[in-house]
T-cell receptor, first 114, second 110 residues
Framework: KAGVTQTPRYLIKTRGQQVTLSCSPI?????VSWYQQTPGQGLQFLFE???????NKGNFPGRFSGRQFSNSRSEMNVSTLELGDSALYLC?????????????FGQGTRLTVV | GQQVMQIPQYQHVQEGEDFTTYCNSS?????IQWYKQRPGGHPVFLIQ?????EVKKQKRLTFQFGEAKKNSSLHITATQTTDVGTYFC??????????FGQGTRLTINP
């Protein structure tokens, strides 16, 4: 069974640009969550999608958005990039979502904003 | 909002020594999960605790959930170099999102 796949693995963008990150969950998993990981802040929850609907949202500005497609693949978009958006972005999939199930993480996308 | 605090932030031990990381929540948790992230890797699920006072063991790792379901700990006996990494706890009070602690980074002197 293939794991969670995130693309691209690495990305360099300029301030003010926008970026789209992709996450393909494990086959059969309907929940996809996104996290931002930085050395000082640990893993910060961005949002969770389940069956194409955003079910939970963290405390990030509106520049961060996401969506989920009918095949459960998810994309995350960050507009008007700032230097502080440089981080490892991780997505995690689980079968039904919620907090009672194991989350499987992808390798992450390392975003650098210059 | 819900906060999950984890201490210590860093821990360096000699190989063979024990290691413990602690997780504390500002609110009562429904359950708590533990993850390990190797350097350069991604978090990998270790275990989930659900019941008050629950204790689970995985070889040299012992996980505990407090009686009040507000704290948890992970104890590693006789550390090995393969234990190197960052250990995260993640809890929830019922909402559909996991709140992660800041992690404890474990380094080991062989």
């Amino acid at each position: 069974k293939a794991g969670v796949t995130q693309t691209p693995r690495y990305l360099i963008k300029t301030r003010g640009q926008q970026v789209t990150l992709s996450c393909s969950p494990i086959s059969g998993h309907r929940s996809v969550s996104w996290y931002q990981q930085t050395p000082g802040q640990g893993l910060q929850f961005l949002f969770e999608y389940f069956s194409e609907t955003q079910r939970n949202k963290g405390n990030f500005p509106g520049r961060f958005s996401g969506r989920q497609f009918s095949n459960s693949r998810s994309e995350m978009n960050v507009s008007t990039l700032e230097l502080g958006d440089s981080a490892l972005y991780l997505c995690a999939s689980s079968s039904v979502g919620g907090t009672n199930t194991e989350a499987f993480f992808g390798q992450g996308t390392r975003l650098t904003v210059v | 909002g819900q906060q999950v605090m984890q201490i210590p932030q860093y821990q360096h031990v000699q190989e063979g020594e024990d290691f413990t990381t602690y997780c504390n929540s500002s609110t009562t948790l429904s359950n708590i999960q533990w993850y390990k992230q190797r350097p350069g890797g991604h978090p990998v699920f270790l275990i989930q605790l659900v019941k008050s006072g629950e204790v689970k063991k995985q070889k040299r790792l012992t996980f505990q959930f407090g009686e009040a379901k507000k704290n948890s700990s992970l104890h590693i006996t006789a550390t090995q170099t393969t234990d190197v990494g960052t250990y995260f706890c993640a809890g929830t009070e019922g909402a559909q999102k996991l709140v992660f602690g800041q992690g404890t980074r474990l380094t080991i002197n062989p």
